[in-house]
């Protein structure tokens, strides 16, 4: 199956701070979306992004399938931001099986 | 707005035991995922419905793992006999992608978290 990489694997920010959040893939993908876990466990939704740019509030997201990463920005970071961010990768031509990566673990101190 | 439910939302269970899992998805989602997350790691897929069928149960270990969408909405996951390896949190995804459609967002429940001792 395809590989999916996060980077960092940790990262500690004060509270306001920027910062970019970095997912490769290793082989041609259908979709892309990135997700924010929560202290219960819960996925939340942030992008589906297979391709482009999109914004939501502080966040935005980009998208380079032809060269096989996607990026997640945060700006102005707020201690709720605190938690581990996905990003899954659905792999093409193989019945929609989507791949996560290991995840970013980020705590916004005040 | 439309949700995934999950129940229960913690289970403890002695090894041996048999355990349940249940999962509604969102209304009208033909497509729904069974998740395990170890904890510090990513989901990985144990089982995908389409409608009814399983499209891929290649990583479900089938001598004590079952998984069924009977009428193609609800779905269980079960687990007999629970070993000590098992504990972990169980997640269901569904998304509403029908056959020959590129757009597929999933979106997930609030899991189930599994203690075996």
């Known amino acids: 199956g395809i590989q999916v990489e996060q980077s960092p694997p940790d990262l500690i920010l004060q509270e306001g701070a920027n910062s970019t959040l970095r997912c490769n893939f290793s082989d041609s993908v259908n979709n892309l979306q990135w997700f924010h876990q929560n202290p219960w466990g819960q996925l939340i939704n942030l992008f589906y992004i297979p391709s482009g740019t999109k914004q939501n509030g502080r966040l935005s997201a980009t998208t380079v399938a032809t060269e096989r990463y996607s990026l997640l920005y945060i700006s102005s970071s707020q201690t709720t931001d605190s938690g581990v961010y996905f990003c899954a990768v659905e792999e093409r031509d193989t019945g929609n099986q989507f791949y996560f990566g290991t995840g970013t673990s980020l705590t916004v101190i005040p | 707005e439309a949700e995934v439910a999950q129940s229960p939302r913690y289970k403890i269970t002695e090894k041996s035991q048999a355990v349940a899992f249940w999962c509604d998805p969102i209304s009208g989602h033909a497509t729904l995922y069974w998740y395990r997350q170890i904890l510090g790691q990513g989901p990985e897929l144990l089982v995908q419905?389409?409608?009814?069928?399983?499209?891929?149960d290649s990583q479900l270990p089938k001598d004590r793992f079952s998984a069924e969408r009977l009428k193609g909405v609800d779905s269980t996951l079960k687990i007999q006999p629970a070993e000590l390896g098992d504990s972990a949190m169980y997640l269901c995804?569904?998304?509403?992608?029908?056959?020959?459609?590129?757009?597929?967002?999933?979106?997930f429940g609030p899991g189930t978290r599994l203690t075996v001792l």
């Open positions: 419905f389409q409608d009814e069928s399983v499209v891929d």
């Open positions: 995804a569904s998304s509403s992608q029908g056959w020959g459609s590129s757009y597929n967002e999933q979106f």
